[in-house]
Each structure stands twice: as structure tokens, then as C-alpha cells.
């Protein structure tokens, strides 16, 4: 897996499903000045309440490989349908989109690390899609060792963000 950092301001975004993991996924992309939209059946609380508001547009309704578009940059394939979900990556990704597939990580083109920022550094964790789990374990234990004021981390990046 070769890591970037992707700049999706303006970009469409489309999110299949609205479950568990698709709202922890529009929480690490809802401040990126994106477009939104998602296609789900049933949706959580949280993001009826970000539609109501209008910062994302959701269809409530069953979705499917004909809703895949190339005016969309990146997707997420969350649904629970994990045949539909392979289907929606596969066809991304033979037109070239982003495509992550959170249930199968082989018919993604890319994955979410675990990742946190800091006085506007980011740091990213991931296993290839091996052991995410172990990514969000590291993840939390560098946070804690870079927060327990024993190390001049966060002084040393704010030192040089100021000059
Ligand atoms: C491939 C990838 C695709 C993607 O999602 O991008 C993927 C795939 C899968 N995850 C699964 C399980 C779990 N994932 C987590 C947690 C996280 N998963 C994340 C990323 C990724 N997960 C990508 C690879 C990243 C890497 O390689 O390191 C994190 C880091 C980032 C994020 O989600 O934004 C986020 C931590 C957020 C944080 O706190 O920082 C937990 C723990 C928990 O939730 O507490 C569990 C176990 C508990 C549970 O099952 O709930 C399953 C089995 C599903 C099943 O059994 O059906 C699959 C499917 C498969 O293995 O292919
Ligand atoms: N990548 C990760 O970190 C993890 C991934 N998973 C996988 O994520 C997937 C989703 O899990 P959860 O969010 O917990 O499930 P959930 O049950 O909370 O949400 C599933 C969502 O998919 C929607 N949906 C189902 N069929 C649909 C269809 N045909 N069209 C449109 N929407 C549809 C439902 O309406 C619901 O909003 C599962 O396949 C699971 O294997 C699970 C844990 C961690």
C-alpha cells in the first residue's frame, strides 16, 4: 500500500450505507469541505441529524452499482450487503474511482488508516488492511506517549510551525 494524503476540498463523495462505520467514516471527512452524499436504506442519528442540516445529501434507499459515477472522486462501500459492497468497488475502480471497501480490503483501491492530528501535523497508522485493529491499539499509545509531556514532541512541532 503506498501512503498519501489526499486533498478532497469541492470533491464529490459518495457513501454507501449509514450505519456504524459509515458515520465514523463521515466524521474523518465531514470538515474536509466536501460534497456528501450518501445512499443508504436506513441511516443513524447522526447523520439524519448532518442531512436535516444540509451538510450532506442522503438518500434514503436501496443503492447499487448504477449509482456509481464518475463525477465522484472517492466512495465508500459500508453498507452490511458485503456482495453489494464488492460489486460497488469493483466497478469504482474499473472507471478509475477511489473506491474503499470496508468490509473486503481486496476489492478496495485504498484504505482509512487510523490517524490523529496534532498542532496540524497528522499522523497515520495502518496495517495494509492485515489488522486494523492493531492500527487504532498503536494509534492510541502514540497519542498517549506523545501527550505525557516526557517527550518535546509537540513543543518541537510548534517550535517550527512558528518559524
Ligand atoms: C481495510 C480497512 C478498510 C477501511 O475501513 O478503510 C478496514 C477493514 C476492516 N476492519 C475490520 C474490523 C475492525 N476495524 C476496526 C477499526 C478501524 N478500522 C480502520 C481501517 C480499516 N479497516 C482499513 C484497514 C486499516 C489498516 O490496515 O490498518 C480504522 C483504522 C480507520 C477507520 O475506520 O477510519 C479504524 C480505527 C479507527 C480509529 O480509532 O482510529 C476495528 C476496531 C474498532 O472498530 O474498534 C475492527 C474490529 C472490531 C469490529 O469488527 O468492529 C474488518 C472486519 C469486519 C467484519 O468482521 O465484518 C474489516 C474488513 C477487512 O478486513 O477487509
Ligand atoms: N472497516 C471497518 O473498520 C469495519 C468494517 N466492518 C464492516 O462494515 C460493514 C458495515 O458495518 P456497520 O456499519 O456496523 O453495519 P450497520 O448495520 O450499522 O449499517 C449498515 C448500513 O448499510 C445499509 N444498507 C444495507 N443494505 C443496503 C443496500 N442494499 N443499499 C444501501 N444501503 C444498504 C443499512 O441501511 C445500514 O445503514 C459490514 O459489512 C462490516 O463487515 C465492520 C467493522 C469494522
Excluded: Q, W
Excluded at 36 to 57: C, D, F, P, Q
Excluded at 83 to 89: A, D, G, K
Amino acid at each position: 500500500m503506498y501512503n498519501i494524503a489526499l486533498n478532497i476540498s469541492n470533491k464529490n463523495v459518495l457513501i454507501f450505507g449509514a450505519g456504524r462505520i459509515a458515520e465514523r467514516k463521515i466524521k474523518t471527512i465531514i470538515d474536509e469541505n466536501c460534497k456528501i452524499t450518501v445512499i443508504s436504506v436506513n441511516a443513524t442519528e447522526y447523520i439524519k441529524a448532518l442531512a436535516t442540516n444540509g451538510k450532506i445529501r442522503l438518500m434514503l434507499r436501496n443503492g447499487s452499482i448504477n449509482d456509481v459515477s464518475k463525477k465522484y472522486f472517492i466512495i465508500f462501500a459500508a453498507t452490511s450487503n458485503k456482495e453489494l459492497n464488492n460489486e460497488i468497488c469493483k466497478t469504482a475502480d474499473s472507471m478509475n474511482i477511489l473506491c474503499d471497501n470496508v468490509s473486503n480490503h481486496n476489492t478496495s483501491n485504498f484504505i482509512s488508516s487510523a490517524s490523529m492530528k496534532i498542532s496540524g501535523i497528522s499522523i497515520s497508522i495502518n496495517t495494509g488492511g492485515v489488522n486494523p485493529s492493531l492500527a487504532k491499539i498503536l494509534k492510541g499509545e502514540l497519542y498517549n506517549d506523545i501527550m505525557d509531556g516526557k517527550n518535546e514532541f509537540v513543543k518541537h512541532i510548534k517550535y517550527l510551525l512558528d518559524n
